[in-house]
């Protein structure tokens, strides 16, 4: 039987992992910065933490959760995403019980959509997110977007899109959506199957619509801001003049509405098209909510979070070359010569370990060529050579692959002389974190550290 990957999903393996989780430790020590903590939630959830309102009309509610009966009866959905989660967790762990706000919480881990896959789309896909809970303030706000767009540039993205809007109030979104639904009514022969029926639902929705018909529709429709109260207009002027203020360049877009029913006043999104022309569609997109601490059951508390997609930033940093430089060689690759060495190279190996080195030990019998080769392949600094010799009288031969000086060490002398193959005199002490032959103090390695 030919046992193949369910449509939609991916491996990510060896280097490519490597590369994920140098961006996913970017994303988590940047988050850390601003105080925010991790949350672990499950990636199964009871269905209606995600199906809270009958009339939900996202799509991602509607048509797109992995949602099944469990063994005792339960319907379960693996994780959409992962703001709800977060916020059930708050409200089950009564984190708002101490008044200490905000509650500042990121995430990692894969969530499920069943979306159809093309580039960037996938089925189960990764997400590292945010959530800044509890203090309803346009610097709650703008911070999340500062954060996101500081870890973009990070990452080297360069010509990166902030698309903005402002959904208002619920009174705004209401008036809005009225407007909306005397437009669009006479249209309605004209619309497509879904957007008709989004009419019933949410009108916003269809603003989103992908269909080229119902896009010329949305074209002369009525527009959010001429429906925003005066508070919500001035929440969102003072918004995007703290932007200007921090220096983070946006463009107002009312085409953006976001996919989900969650949300009010700013929502965002960051475009991003590489030089190739790839476009995988948004790399994140967060936004404001007010409601959903109280909808899972909390106090009514305001909230703003993002999330970005791992698998949209990988591919176009990939696209881009502009992948983060891996530092993935071993310092030593330890060779035994002959079947007889293979147990003593294996306890080097073991012990150099321990010492904090990244060594292997070859465990079969091969020819040096081989062994070499397979050192070149693995980009190890040094290899470490063990004969009936070595064995006999207690030592190894020490090899430096580069410059292929090699010398003889004895046993009880390898700690003190590898550490000083690594040592450099540089003046950094044990903080230092240069990996190459010049430190940032103008010191000089003499190892590869
Ligand atoms: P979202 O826009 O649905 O927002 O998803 C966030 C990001 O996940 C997208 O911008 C995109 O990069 C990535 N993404 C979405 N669907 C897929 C897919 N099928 N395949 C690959 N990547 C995908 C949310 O999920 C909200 N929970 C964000 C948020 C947090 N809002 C407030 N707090």
């Known amino acids: 039987m030919d046992f193949q990957l369910v449509k939609g999903t991916h491996d990510i393996i060896n280097k490519e992992a490597r590369f994920y989780q140098q961006i ?44 099944f009966n469990d063994l005792g009866n339960r319907s379960i959905t693996l994780r ?20 200490d706000f905000p509650i500042k919480a990121y995430y990692l881990g894969p969530v499920f959509r069943y979306e159809r896959p093309k580039a960037g789309t996938y089925r189960q896909f990764l997400q590292f997110g945010i959530e800044n809970i509890g203090i309803d303030s346009i610097y709650a706000d703008v911070e999340t977007i500062i954060l996101s767009y500081r870890a973009l540039k990070m990452l080297g993205f360069k010509n990166l899109k902030l698309k903005i809007n402002c959904l208002g109030d619920q009174e705004s979104r209401e008036n809005y959506k009225k407007a909306l639904v005397k437009y669009f009514t006479p249209l309605i022969d004209k619309m497509c199957p879904d957007c008709k029926e989004r009419l019933k639902l949410n009108p916003l929705r269809i603003i989103d619509c992908k269909v080229p018909e119902d896009q010329a529709l949305v074209k002369d429709a009525p527009k959010m801001g001429e429906y925003l109260s005066k508070t919500s207009k001035d929440r969102f002027v003072n918004t995007i003049n703290l932007l200007k ?25 960051f475009e991003y098209i590489s030089k190739s022309g790839l476009n995988v569609g948004a790399l994140g997109g967060g936004g404001h909510y007010d409601n959903l601490i109280s909808e899972v059951g909390g106090p009514k508390l305001a909230g703003v979070g993002f999330a970005f997609g791992i698998e949209r930033i990988y591919s176009l940093l990939k696209d881009e070359g502009m992948l983060p ?46 062994m070499f080769h397979k050192a070149e392949r693995k980009e190890a600094s040094y290899a470490i050579l063990i004969g009936e010799n070595e064995v006999k009288n207690n030592e190894v031969i020490i090899k430096n692959i580069k410059t292929q000086e090699q010398k003889v060490v004895k046993n009880k002398e390898l700690k003190e002389f590898v550490d000083s193959l690594f040592s450099h005199d540089c003046h950094c002490g044990d903080d230092c974190h240069c990996d190459d032959g010049d430190c940032c103090c103008g010191g000089d390695h003499h190892g590869k550290k």
């Open 24 to 67: 996913e430790s970017l994303f988590i020590s940047l988050a850390e910065l601003y105080g925010y903590s991790e949350f672990r939630t499950p990636i199964i959830e009871y269905s209606e933490l995600f199906k809270r309102d009958q009339n939900d009309s996202s799509d991602m509610v509607r048509k797109q959760m992995y949602t």
């Open 80 to 99: 959409p995403e992962g703001t709800a989660s977060v916020a059930r967790a708050i409200v089950n762990n009564k984190l708002y019980a101490e008044n």
């Open 245 to 269: 203020e921090v220096g983070i360049p946006y463009e107002i877009d009312e085409g953006i509405v976001r996919g989900l029913d969650y949300y009010s006043h700013i929502v965002y999104e």
């Open 325 to 370: 430089k891996l530092n993935d060689g071993f310092d030593f690759m330890v060779m035994p010569i002959g079947e007889a060495c293979i147990s003593r190279a294996f306890i080097v190996a073991d012990f150099l370990r321990m010492l904090g080195y990244k060594a292997e030990a070859i465990i079969e019998n091969k020819s040096f060529k081989a």
